[in-house]
């Protein structure tokens, strides 16, 4: 039975969020996904192609490369939203993990297999067949950076098949690394492939470098004399097969499980965070309530000890007057006991 070629891209899920490389090295927890069998995946296989980066996963390592190679170009954009006041925009990017998954930064993925189902090529051939095709690509395509591939054969419902990781990088006018589709394929020359007419989406360069992609894993297969069905499908027959849609659709499932749990966590996280802001702002509260009431007690004594201070200064004054009151009066008798007499003058005059 003929056999045709599958060569499918995409950077986004169904959820339009980027494809995340931890499904391919198997770096989550499998029990999620029913379509994997987890005693088949010492079988799979995994090749990186940046040699100077690591990581512990794949997640990890292309996180890096990131870092590494792509970093000027992200800080040169932060300055660009920045400087236009764009700062909803800014926030979206401000950290280069956030800016690998965007839509048009993030890496693509081509998924590839010869063959559907149980009528698939084995999976050792295929991988030999895409180490050849890996080289012709990196030596055909240059300024398109392979990052890593995968292949599956931990799937029993689905052929095994191949996920091919890239990233489309161009100079710019100040010879700094960028990413952008459109402008690394006309860089390398990749031309439309029908010239005489308008460019859209079925005549512009990604159609071009898809269709020489898809031949050069033709043309190996014949190679290895496999037997190709190439009449093109029409356009309601074109796509995935089945068995491999239900494998992607299991895979998005299994990711949006872990999304869920991952979101469930960071909300208790948060609310244990505002728990805790709030036991810390009921203290300080109640500590500056009682130093309030302290202050107050303070400022209480204080007029109290100045009233006690002034009643006993009045009480020294009324005594004093006490005193001169007594003398006065003193005074005032001795003079009343005293005899008068009689002068030459005839006015009297005591003795």
Request: with cysteine; hydrophobic share 30%.
């Amino acid at each position: 039975m003929k056999k045709r070629v599958t060569y499918h891209n995409g950077r986004v899920g169904s959820g339009g969020k980027a494809i995340n490389p931890k499904h391919h090295d198997r770096h989550f927890d499998v029990s999620k996904a029913d379509h994997i069998d987890s005693a088949l995946a010492k079988d799979n296989k995994v090749v990186r192609y940046v040699d100077d980066v690591d990581g512990a996963d794949l997640n990890e390592y292309e996180l890096n490369v990131y870092k590494q190679y792509f970093t000027e170009m992200h800080e040169a954009q932060k300055a660009r939203y920045r400087a236009q006041r764009q700062y909803a925009s800014y926030d979206k990017i401000a950290d280069i993990d956030d800016y690998r998954k965007t839509k048009n930064k993030c890496p693509e993925e081509s998924i590839i297999q010869v063959g559907s189902g149980a009528d698939s090529v084995d999976a050792d051939l295929l991988w030999q067949m895409y180490q050849e095709y890996a080289d012709w690509h990196r030596a055909t395509y240059p300024q398109i950076m392979l990052l890593d591939a995968t292949l599956h054969v931990d799937e029993p419902d689905a052929a095994p098949h191949i996920h091919m990781r890239k990233i489309y990088t161009y100079t710019d006018d100040n010879d700094m690394l960028c990413i952008g589709q459109e402008k690394c394929l006309e860089q390398m020359g990749v031309v439309v492939n029908k010239p005489d007419k308008p460019i859209g989406k079925y005549n512009n360069r990604k159609v071009t470098y898809t269709e020489q992609c898809r031949h050069k894993m033709q043309e190996l297969s014949k190679q290895y004399s496999i037997d190709l069905d190439i009449v093109p499908r029409k356009a309601s027959e074109s796509g995935l097969e089945l068995r491999q849609y239900k494998m992607q659709k299991a895979e998005e499932k299994a990711r949006k499980a872990e999304e869920w749990a991952k979101r469930a966590d960071e909300r208790t996280k948060a609310a244990e965070e505002r728990e805790v802001d709030t036991r810390i702002n009921i203290i300080v509260m109640q500590n500056e309530l009682m130093q309030d009431i302290l202050d107050q007690r303070a400022e209480l004594a204080d007029r109290e000890q100045k009233l006690d201070k002034r009643e006993q200064a009045l009480d020294k004054r009324e005594l004093s007057l006490n005193q001169r009151e007594r003398i006065i009066d003193g005074r005032e008798q001795l003079q009343s006991q005293l005899p008068i007499v009689a002068d030459n003058s005839n006015s009297y005059q005591y003795q």
